[in-house]
């Protein structure tokens, strides 16, 4: 029946024998199908109230000195909550589109050598001059993937550098090769992660210090996002850090992705 979803494992035990095991998950697979749609729908419906109320703040805030001084902190408090609320209501369709779409639809061969300067140019202008952002091409090797997706990736760890490591910090963006495989790593300076927290960092709205992350602008679905596109280019995600020093964060390509040019 097309409404049944079976899961098999089998597990060997004694010599040549096995064991096969079948599951009805029919029903987690209903709940998980709702789930993601119930947040679909919700981040949809918000998104047009919330650019009528950013659109009504945005004509207040041309009518210069019309508001009041008492009121202006209110004012731009109303205003910095919306932009924080449509992010997180982007981050959400971001999610669930890539959720919904198991196999990667847009796939090209990429060359890096131009994303990769277009990233150092965001980081640099994100960081205002703060950082010193360095890109350290050593592998002259493209990647076939979606520029969209790997762009996003890659974009979210280098704004998590610049966003965690405070101001004279240095930030390394790598693109080498090991053995078969690609590695893009991202190093800071930064403020750096306890390792207790390390294994739960991709999970949605996870937080080391949610007060901080909030002020740094995040949403908490950044990382979320990433393992989700390393998901679709068979590629992984790995964290090295220390509390106080910096964070290197690396996306491991395999090499069925890599062209060599
Ligand atoms: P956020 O939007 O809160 O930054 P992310 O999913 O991108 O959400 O990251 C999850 C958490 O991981 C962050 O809130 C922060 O605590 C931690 N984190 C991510 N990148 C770094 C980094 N480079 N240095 C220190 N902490 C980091």
């Given amino acids: 029946s ?8 089998i597990i060997p035990f004694a010599s040549k024998q096995r ?13 998980e199908i709702m789930r993601r749609d119930f947040i679909a729908n919700v981040s949809h419906e918000l998104r047009t109230p919330l650019t009528v109320v950013g659109g009504f703040l945005e004509t207040i805030s041309d009518m210069q000195g019309e508001v009041s001084p008492d009121i202006q902190p209110y004012f731009d408090m109303m205003q910095s909550q919306t932009t924080r609320m449509r992010r997180i209501i982007e981050d959400l369709l971001t999610l669930s589109s890539l959720e919904n779409n198991v196999v990667l639809k847009d796939e090209t061969d990429i060359a890096m050598e131009p994303l ?18 360095t890109l350290h091409m050593d592998a002259k090797v493209n990647i076939r993937g979606s520029y969209n997706e790997l762009l996003s990736a890659m974009s979210n760890l280098t704004s998590n550098a610049v966003r ?26 930064g403020i750096g992660i306890e390792p207790q927290h390390l294994p739960r960092l991709t999970e ?8 901080r992350s909030r ?17 679709h280019h068979q590629a992984i995600l790995k964290v090295e850090s220390e509390p106080g020093k910096g964070s290197r964060f690396s996306i491991v390509f395999p090499a069925q992705r890599v062209l060599v040019a």
């Fill in 2 to 9: 097309p409404d049944v979803t079976l899961e098999l494992q």
């Fill in 19 to 31: 064991l096969l095991i079948c599951r009805d998950i029919s029903a987690i697979e209903k709940t």
């Fill in 116 to 133: 990769l300067n277009q990233l150092l140019k965001d980081a640099r202008a994100l960081s205002l001059g703060d950082h010193t952002v």
């Fill in 215 to 231: 002020d740094t602008g995040g949403t908490g679905l950044g990382l979320s996002i990433v393992k989700h596109i390393l998901h």
């Fill in 164 to 189: 965690y490591t405070p101001a004279n910090g240095n930030i390394d963006i790598f693109w080498q090769m090991q053995d078969e495989q690609v590695i893009f790593s991202v190093q800071d300076t």
């Fill in 204 to 211: 949605r709205f996870y937080r080391v210090d949610s007060g």
